[in-house]
């Protein structure tokens, strides 16, 4: 077999997921054919897909020494750089490869994924309106799209482009649900009873997959309630959340393990000894469960003019998750190192990556509604931030958790009703435990008490 078949059958096996069989296979031409690009990109990709990232970069840097503008390891290794929070090289590498093709869709579609990431939706919509003008009837860049536009509030523009995915595949469950997020069904309009019908027709279609059926099942779920059909509602939103859980085979206990970790971390420490340095700017913490309201409370935060709202973030937990947990246990004792070193470094890995947004102001709103979980560590390391509470109807808030679909992994306990109130319940222990510790550091707002009276 010469060097043209065996790339071919490993692009192959690289397209239906056989990563190790890609990463060996490249292994073994390199040994004969160390300086084939082609060779070292695919080697880096399939280890980029195999959640291996730093090994991928070092492929893709490879690639590009031998061949500097070649677009598909600009563009992958750009990729990589995004994983691992990198985003300044991220960026000024996707740049490149638009300077060297302005019609490269693959890089002005991660470009725009990147400006979505940093709340950059103007950016984004530009950047994914150029990819579709390439080719008008590309799903993915038509979904970021809709992302982009629902992130400027420009819902009406959104419905259409989710119209174009669903005359292009009328069977897309993500549009569908995405549809169902946007559209009040109890207005009763021409366009949301004609979507609400033909769901209802999907439903029943005997050739949809799993995931198919759960994107719809939370959808109709949504759309039933609109109208009052709660009985309806309730058994399609229980159907979702079944095949979800099947999905993920998720096991509370890891979540139980952490919580314990924490309190018995910080049960014993006396904060007031820790004494770090301000920063110049003050970031507001905005937490507590999710579907607690921190979304409305970052809102009307924001707004201020010397405010930025960043959204929800993920650089605290990674930044504490790579510095002191493994295996979901604490090093106490490396916290302690970091607590009296004259050094932050906790500090300025968060405000590196928060750098790759762009603002002008001094205060910053973090609302990642789980970092609840990390307030001991912001008390130590963020001296001059706020922690801004959410607290909601614990039966509200565990319903509106159960009737939602999550794509985030550190969600997979929300498709389980004792799942939901276990954590709840673990939530609300850690919450009791800070109050304890840190009393006069924890602002609590309750979610009912906002909407009757926002002023």
């Not at 080697?43 to 070092?58: D, E, M, T, V, Y």
């Not at 920063?279 to 921190?294: D, K, L, V, Y």
Request: proline share 3%; charged share 30%.
């Amino acid at each position: 077999m010469d060097l043209v078949e065996k790339l071919r059958v490993l692009q192959n096996q690289l397209a239906v997921g056989n990563f190790r069989n890609v990463i060996e296979g490249c292994q073994k031409i390199l040994k004969k054919n160390p300086k084939n690009p082609l060779i070292l990109n695919l080697f880096g990709l399939a280890l980029q897909r195999n959640k291996q990232i730093p090994q991928s970069i070092k492929c893709f840097i490879g690639a590009l020494e031998i061949e500097p503008n070649n677009i598909a390891a600009i563009n992958n290794l750009a990729n990589s750089y995004k994983v691992v929070g990198k985003i300044d090289l991220a960026e000024n590498l996707y740049k490149r490869a638009i300077e060297l093709n302005p019609r490269y869709i693959n890089a002005l579609n991660n470009y725009g994924n990147l400006k979505l990431q940093l709340n950059d939706f103007e950016k984004a919509t530009e950047l994914f309106k150029k990819a579709l003008l390439i080719n008008k009837n590309e799903i993915t860049l038509l979904f970021g799209l809709v992302s982009a536009l629902q992130g400027m509030g420009n819902f009406d523009e959104a419905i259409e482009a989710m119209k174009k995915i669903l005359i292009i595949n009328p069977k897309n469950a993500s549009a569908h649900k995405l549809m169902s997020s946007i559209l009040n069904y109890k207005e009763k309009s021409d366009q949301s009873e004609a979507h609400l019908e033909e769901m209802k027709k999907l439903i029943l279609d005997k050739n949809l997959n799993d995931d198919q059926k759960i994107d719809l099942s939370f959808a109709l779920g949504k759309a039933l309630e609109d109208v009052g059909s709660f009985d309806l509602s309730f058994e399609s939103i229980n159907t979702g959340n079944f095949l979800k859980k099947k999905k993920f085979n998720y096991n509370l206990d890891k979540d139980e393990k952490l919580f314990k970790s924490i309190i018995k971390t910080f049960e014993d420490f006396d904060f007031d000894q820790f004494k770090k340095k301000p920063t110049n700017e003050e970031i507001i913490f905005i937490c507590g469960m999710p579907r607690s309201g921190t979304t409305l409370v970052e809102q009307i935060i924001a707004s201020h003019k010397d405010v930025y709202g960043a959204g929800e973030l993920v650089y605290l937990q990674d930044t504490l998750q790579s510095n002191f947990i493994n295996d979901l246990k604490i090093n106490k004792q490396k916290i302690i190192d970091k607590a009296f070193s004259s050094e932050n470094d906790i500090t300025r890995e968060y405000f590196k990556r928060l750098s790759d947004h762009s603002f002008d102001v001094k205060k910053i709103t973090d609302k990642a509604p789980q970092n609840f979980r990390w307030i001991g560590f912001i008390k130590i390391f963020f001296p001059n931030s706020k922690v801004i509470h959410c607290k909601r109807d614990p039966k509200d808030n565990c319903l509106s958790l159960f009737k939602n679909s999550f794509a985030s992994s550190s969600m997979n306990w929300c498709y389980d009703q004792t799942d939901v109130a276990r954590y709840y319940k673990l939530y609300e222990d850690l919450m009791m435990f800070w109050k304890s510790k840190l009393p006069d550091f924890i602002y609590d707002i309750k979610y009912e008490d906002l909407v009757s009276d926002q002023e």
